[in-house]
């Protein structure tokens, strides 16, 4: 009996191109196996998570909103395309720098201990258990005046006195709201601008409290590390309840309260005294404002004042004997020289 027959079976039983690819695949598999324990992705292990200092450059990171803490993660398996996740908030970055090392940044979390979690797609990989610590101390803050812009109508529900956001560690509150005017958006090019319309959108003037960091040595509070001598409106994105908001800032404030003062300023020729009368408020959302007390082409008015270096400021005017001074109501512009300041018993309250 022949080996292989005139149908091609070995033995008459097995054909022998069957047995050829059998013997392919019984080589290739472990040289298969070989190729994977080789090749294949190593598992994520986090061995130490230690706080880190956060730098300037990602402090300029547009849309994250407030990095509360940074943290250096080492370990092994580490790969781009992980997610870190605080419990059961995403961290705002995963850095990835090496399979062994990588810088989480920390959103808007309750102060303690909370679980450092690193997911592959939808499957978590690795977890250090109480890792993340947390702990909110005292913020510099500041305030701002401007108006909050583009509002639809869910931006514009979630606007009362009183709001922060985002919770538990809010980068803003608002301290006072002015009534809603129709939309518009400011165009500027070469000096000039225009405010377009924004038909469907809303505007509202509004006085904030606004959360800022020490970005750099030269900065004591940078309000997104924004470059110096921007052009007033200078425009921050805030986080809202539901997506950001837009806020044009065209004045800041201290957080500290102001003095109160009796401010007499003598007219100039050109401001008609008449237009001038007793009550009349300057068009301001801050306490600060300056009320008309007296009229005439001498006026007396009671203002907020706050201190610095040169003397009482007023909204960025020198509140000096012969320095100019500008009152701008919902009705006119009046402008004069300050003759002279008192201030009163106190600090004014907040």
């Known amino acids: 009996m022949s080996v292989i027959d005139n149908r091609g079976r070995v033995f008459g039983r097995f054909n022998i191109v069957d047995l050829a690819a059998l013997a392919v695949l019984v080589l290739l598999f472990p040289l298969g196996y070989g190729t994977y324990v080789l090749f294949r992705p190593a598992t994520p292990r986090i061995d130490s998570v230690e706080p880190a200092v956060i730098s300037s450059q990602e402090r300029r990171l547009s849309g994250l909103g407030v990095i509360t803490a940074k943290f250096k993660v080492k370990g092994t398996g580490f790969n781009p395309m992980l997610r870190a996740w605080i419990d059961d908030t995403q961290a705002l970055a995963f850095n990835f720098e090496n399979p062994n090392s990588a810088d989480v940044l920390v959103g808007s979390v309750a ?28 913020a510099t803050s ?28 809010p980068a803003f509150e608002i301290l006072a709201l002015g009534p809603p005017q129709p939309g518009r958006e400011r165009v500027q090019l070469a000096g000039s601008y225009v405010d377009r319309p924004l038909p469907g959108l809303q505007e509202r003037a509004a006085l904030l409290t606004l959360r800022c ?9 940078a309000l997104g590390n924004r470059p110096e001598g921007l052009r007033t409106p200078m425009v921050l994105s805030l986080p809202g309840p539901v997506r950001f908001f ?23 020729p050109e401001t008609p005294a008449s237009l001038v009368r007793a009550g009349d408020t300057d068009a301001f959302l801050d306490t600060r404002a300056a009320t008309v007390v007296q009229a005439g082409s001498t006026i007396v008015l009671d203002m907020g004042v706050d201190d610095s270096r040169e003397g009482w400021l007023y909204r960025g005017q020198l509140i000096k004997p012969g320095a100019p001074f500008s009152l701008v109501t919902e009705r006119y512009r009046a402008s004069g020289y300050v003759q002279s300041v008192r201030l009163t018993e106190g600090p004014q309250t907040p």
Request: glycine share 6%; net charge negative; with cysteine.
């Open 142 to 169: 500041i305030k701002a005046s401007g108006f909050l812009t583009h509002l639809d109508a869910d931006l514009f529900k979630a606007l009362t006195v009183g709001a922060a956001f985002p919770q538990p560690v």
């Open 111 to 138: 102060p303690g201990a909370h679980d450092l979690i690193l997911f592959d797609g939808v499957q978590e990989v690795a977890r250090a258990r109480g890792a993340i610590a947390v702990q909110i101390g005292e």
């Open 213 to 221: 960091d020490p970005a750099r040595e030269d900065n004591p509070c």
């Open 246 to 268: 837009n806020f044009a800032v065209y004045e800041l404030l201290p957080i500290t309260p102001a003095r109160r003062a009796r401010v007499e300023v003598r007219l100039i």
